[in-house]
C-alpha cells in the first residue's frame, strides 16, 4: 500500500542554517504531497504542496519539490529561526481515494 | 470563532466512562475526519465523512463510535476505551474529498489519558 517515510528527528540546528528534512514515498497512483507543521499545543496546518511532477511548492521560505523519479519531497529551507521549531509532517493523498497518508513526523528544534 | 474547533482539550477518563469528544468547522467544507496520534507513530486515520456519510472506517475498534449530523459537526462517542487508547485525537476537514488534492485543516486537538 501507500507509505510515507521521513527522517527521523528530532533535528538540532542553529539560527540561519540550512534545514533539509527527507520525505519518500511510496504510491501506486499519481498522489499530491504535502508538508504540514505542527506548534506546540496545536494541531497540523499546510506548509506547501505539490500536486504533480516536477511542481514546487512554497510557503514562508521553505521550498520542496515533487521528484517523481526518486519518489521523494524533501523539505528545505535556506536560513531557519528559532521560530521555526515545531513537527513537520510529509503526507501524500491520492485523487479519488478518501486517505491522507502521514510520515511519523520530524521534530526540529532551533537554537538562538 | 474561526476554523476548526475541538473540545474538550483534555480528558481524562476510566475504562468503564462514557464520553464524547467535540468538533466543529467553520469553514463551510463537506468533508471531516478523525485521527489519532500517537508518539513516534503516523497520523492514524479512523474515519471520515463526507457530506454526513461514513465513507471510511479503518479497522477502527467498535469502542470508538462516530456521528456526523451535519456537515459543520462531528463526534467520537468513547466507552469502555484501554489504556493503549490514550493519544492526542485530531479533527480535520477539508472542502470535498471527491475534489482531488483538498488541504486538511485541523483542530487542536483533545489530549485523552484512559486511566
Known amino acids: 500500500g501507500d507509505s510515507v517515510t521521513q527522517m527521523e528527528g528530532p533535528v538540532t540546528l542553529s539560527e540561519e542554517a540550512f534545514l533539509t528534512i527527507n520525505c519518500t514515498y511510496t504510491?501506486?497512483?499519481?498522489?499530491?504531497l504535502f508538508w504540514y507543521v505542527q506548534y506546540p499545543g496545536e494541531g497540523l496546518q499546510l506548509l506547501l504542496k505539490?500536486?504533480?511532477?516536477?511542481d514546487k511548492g512554497s510557503n514562508k521560505g521553505f521550498e520542496a519539490t515533487y521528484r517523481k523519479e526518486t519518489t521523494s519531497f524533501h523539505l528545505e529551507k535556506g536560513s531557519v529561526q528559532v521560530s521555526d521549531s515545531a513537527v513537520y509532517f510529509c503526507?501524500?493523498?491520492?485523487?479519488?481515494?478518501?486517505?491522507?497518508?502521514f510520515g511519523t513526523g520530524t521534530r526540529l528544534k532551533v537554537l538562538a | 470563532e474561526t476554523g476548526v474547533t475541538q473540545t474538550p482539550r483534555h480528558l481524562v477518563m476510566g475504562m468503564t466512562n462514557k464520553k464524547s469528544l467535540k468538533c466543529e468547522q467553520h469553514?463551510?467544507?463537506?468533508?471531516m475526519y478523525w485521527y489519532k496520534q500517537s508518539a513516534k507513530k503516523p497520523l492514524e486515520l479512523m474515519f471520515v465523512?463526507?457530506?454526513?456519510?461514513?465513507?471510511e472506517n479503518n479497522s477502527v475498534p467498535s469502542r470508538f463510535s462516530p456521528e456526523c449530523p451535519n456537515s459543520s459537526h462531528l463526534f467520537l462517542h468513547l466507552h469502555t476505551l484501554q489504556p493503549e487508547d490514550s493519544a492526542l485525537y485530531l479533527c480535520?476537514?477539508?472542502?470535498?474529498?471527491?475534489?482531488?488534492?483538498?488541504?486538511?485543516?485541523f483542530g487542536p486537538g483533545t489530549r485523552l489519558t484512559v486511566l
Open positions: 465523512y463526507n457530506f454526513k456519510e461514513q465513507t
Open positions: 469553514l463551510g467544507h463537506n468533508a
Open positions: 504510491a501506486t497512483g499519481y498522489p499530491s
Open positions: 503526507a501524500l493523498s491520492e485523487s479519488g481515494t478518501y486517505k491522507y497518508i
Open positions: 505539490a500536486t504533480k511532477a516536477d
Open positions: 480535520a476537514s477539508s472542502q470535498d474529498r471527491l475534489a482531488g488534492a483538498d488541504t486538511q485543516y
